[in-house]
């Protein structure tokens, strides 16, 4: 793959796509056996068949660092090309320092600029935005990777419908660099709420609540969400950004070509995607193959769309996130081509790569 030579002005898109799911499986028959609920309750109520658990020695860093390595070879530059590192997480390795750092020092990237970005499921937009201007104020700029990660069955009740038949664990990432005009990145839009950040969240631990007896007996370590106002703000914010991104651009739905969107529950995915006249030929859903991911979903999405075609040189993908805060963020994204290489959860890994 060739790219043009960075150069004060030029767009930003991605021009590599990485992925990586940790080996062990969580089933709708395991978790619904301890939830004394059927597999079958499971799937009509999230459209969720299967998702992926970090092995008790993973941490987030374990499974970004793959993911990222992946996209920089997909997109054909070594690590020391890399000017830039940002990480979206909300299941941190630790407190401090930055997971980006733990990334950096195991791929051996010194040359790239390491931080993390906090924003949920919305992560990893938030990042893009943090690395596509930093790469458009260089005067030489490099290449960033922007990486979403989550490690969320580390910090599930098992015993919690809500959470434990939705959230999971794995990574996905993507190379940020000049392309050619009119490609890349246009109309970031991001938004917060913070008044309703009391709806998810993982309130043992912090500054507020430091760990210790009583925030482990009362399970304060746990995921904590408030379902149905989270399925209100998703039912809300998803067309409203939608249709908000349209009339910024003065375009209608027909100029679309794919919808690259957060994946909180393939059911209600669809059911939106119906609402708003998407077919699932436009609306890339993945959910049903790994849960919830968290800030690893979208560019998952993109990574697996990319990978199977759904998306090519040339089409206009329209970016939707919404998550916890409460966040959420949009973007339009002129496709150039990218290659995808996904990491399979086998002892052989490689499950596949597509070139440009």
């Known amino acids: 793959m060739s790219h043009p030579p960075p150069s004060g002005g030029h767009p930003i898109g991605i021009v590599g796509l990485g992925s990586y799911l940790p080996m062990r499986v969580r089933t709708n028959e395991e978790i619904g056996a301890a939830l004394g609920v059927t597999p079958e309750w499971i799937l009509e109520r999230t459209g ?25 070879a997909a997109a054909g530059l070594d690590m020391t090309d890399l000017s830039l590192l940002v990480c979206a997480t909300s299941t941190p390795d630790e407190l401090g320092p930055s997971t980006a750092c733990r990334i950096q020092a195991r791929l051996h990237a010194g040359r790239a600029v390491a931080l993390d970005v906090s924003a949920a499921c919305s992560g990893w937009l938030f990042a893009a935005k943090v690395a596509h201007d930093w790469l458009r ?14 490690a969320y069955t580390k910090f599930l009740d098992p015993r919690d419908r809500g959470t434990s038949v939705l959230f999971a ?34 309130p043992g631990g912090g500054s507020r609540m430091p760990a210790g007896t009583r925030t482990l007996e009362q ?62 030929d436009r609306l890339v859903i993945v959910g049903d193959e790994v849960g919830n991911i968290g800030a690893a979903c979208m560019p998952y999405a993109l990574a697996a769309a990319a990978a199977r075609r759904a998306v090519e040189p040339g089409d206009r993908a329209l970016v939707v996130v919404f998550g916890a805060g409460m966040t959420w963020g949009s973007a339009l994204l002129h496709w150039t081509g990218a290659s995808s290489i996904r990491i399979a959860p086998s002892a052989s890994r490689l499950m596949e790569r597509t070139p440009v």
């Not at 969720?48 to 920089?72: G, N, Q, T």
């Not at 260089?138 to 979403?148: D, I």
């Not at 392309?179 to 839009?189: A, I």
């Open 219 to 280: 399970g304060g370590h746990y995921i904590h969400m408030d379902g149905r106002v989270v399925s209100r703000f998703i039912q809300a914010m998803f067309p409203r950004l939608v249709r908000e991104a349209l009339t910024r651009n003065r375009l209608t739905l027909d100029d679309i070509d794919c919808v690259i969107t957060h994946q909180p529950n393939p059911v209600l995915l669809r059911g939106l995607g119906r609402q708003l006249g998407l077919g699932e």
């Open 48 to 72: 969720v068949r299967k998702r992926h658990m970090a092995a008790p020695d993973e941490a987030a860093s374990d499974l970004a660092a793959p993911a990222v390595k992946s996209a920089v």
């Open 137 to 150: 104020q260089e005067r030489r700029p490099g290449y960033a990777a922007v990486v979403g990660v989550e």
């Open 169 to 202: 664990d794995g990574a996905a990432a993507a190379v940020l660099g000049p392309v050619t005009p009119p490609g890349g990145f246009t109309d970031f839009r991001l938004g917060s709420d913070g008044s309703l950040a009391d709806c998810v969240l993982i």
